[in-house]
């Protein structure tokens, strides 16, 4: 009888070329089909819910795959993660990408497309000098941000907009570019700025440009009233530079 | 006139084939004498204090270069420091190596040979779960390790020994085995175990080698005790493993 399984993977991005499989190239699409194949002993395909750039990390990227296997879901993420942990990138016996849970799922439940939204995290760490240990894991501005201007810039993006501005080329083509963005925080948490925004879905790299964005207002470089004219023209010159991959994180799906 | 430079030098050893220049592969030696060619405008050959394997960290590893060019030794450290962070290795606009101060040194001080000693710190995550962010960064052990039995265990191993049962193969040949550790100190900082040891010189592998060994005596595989035969055998294969190299960092060289 077919099955379907959803998973719940962490993935340290440093290492990859994003999630989606590619021929040539370590992606954690293809990484992790290859061990799921071999453990479930039938050819495994993988619908992710979100395509990660390179660089780009996970701590709940959801993904499903349907087949007539044996395993139980619940050994399917030590099986995986022990074959991870002792494969040729693992580093100091701990690999860099990891299933957290496997579940059974109803047979027309995609993890993509019954997806009703997402979190992302992006990480901003502000001090006068760079700490080199954490150049894949946060974006690092040394001149000090003005974090009452980014919060009020991030009051005129949270809502239902269309977001086009924020969009780069290149991603997938879209119905409608515009979204609600149900919630934007940004809290000051040590030395780091935290941007979480959660929302019915993302436009290519818009999460990074919003990044961009409020970090050029942190910086100076535009007033947080410029972001309703930056939205209202759809524009994406306008909008601000595209924020390093590092330090954005997938944090959660809804469904 | 041949002027003679000291420098102060981090980096994150986890992209790197280790300090010492080769053919081929990346190395840090390798990677800043090339920078500091190009901005001094003479080759320069570059005599680092230690030479750290492949993934070993450095906090403050030294090193000295003679030459007669003419940029203040004050302004190296930017002037590099910019070029590596625009290199193709830097992330998210941070390169993985710093050069943290240089100084002017008389004509006869060389970063290794005038050496008094060095400072390591070892760190091991102990947690029941791995963290896949940190697994360049300390050699993570999720059973439960005994701090107690640890700490005895570090007091025998402190002091003036032939710590021949601590030296790994294919080192350079030594005089002699006999060092003096005039501190070991074993700390637990929330969910790390930190391992420093200073001394008059190190062995090769002698510090992964100590902390392999302390991690064993954690595990309860050892008993403190043990190690006192271990250093009088003389014998490596009654020593613990060898700790990974993401777990150890050079911290300071004494002069």
């Not at 799921?36 to 709940?60: E, F, K, M, Q, Y």
């Not at 050994?75 to 022990?82: S, Y």
């Not at 006068?128 to 005129?156: G, S, T």
């Not at 601000?240 to 799906?253: S, W």
Request: net charge negative.
């Amino acid at each position: 009888m077919e099955r379907n399984i959803l998973l719940t993977i962490e993935y340290d991005g440093s290492g990859f070329h994003g999630w989606q499989r590619q021929p040539q190239v370590r992606t954690v699409q293809g990484e992790l089909e290859k061990v799921l194949t071999h453990i479930c002993g039938i050819p495994v395909a993988l619908n992710g819910t979100s395509r990660t750039d390179a660089g780009v990390h996970a701590l709940g990227q959801r993904a499903s795959f349907k087949g007539d296997f044996g395993i139980p879901a619940d050994r399917i993420p030590l099986a995986v993660n022990n074959l991870l942990a002792g494969g040729a990138s693992a580093q100091n016996g701990v690999g860099d990408v990891r299933i957290i849970s496997a579940e059974e799922v109803p047979a027309d439940f995609h993890a993509r497309f019954s997806s009703r939204g997402k979190m992302y995290r992006y990480i901003i760490r502000n001090l006068p000098e760079v700490d080199i240990f954490k150049r894949h894991y946060c974006y690092q501005i040394c001149q000090p941000l003005d974090l009452a201007a980014m919060k009020q810039a991030a009051e005129y993006i949270a809502g239902t907009h269309d977001f086009r501005c924020f969009q780069a080329a290149g991603g997938q083509e879209r119905e409608t570019t515009v979204r609600t963005i149900h919630s934007l925080s940004i809290q000051k948490v040590s030395e780091n700025i935290i941007i979480e925004v959660s929302g019915d879905g993302f436009l290519y790299n818009m999460v990074r440009i919003i990044a961009g964005t409020l970090a050029e207002v942190g910086m100076g470089k535009k007033n947080p009233e410029d972001v309703i004219e930056i939205i209202e023209s759809g524009d994406r010159q306008k909008a601000g530079h595209t924020a390093p991959p590092g330090g954005l994180y997938l944090i959660e799906v809804y469904y």
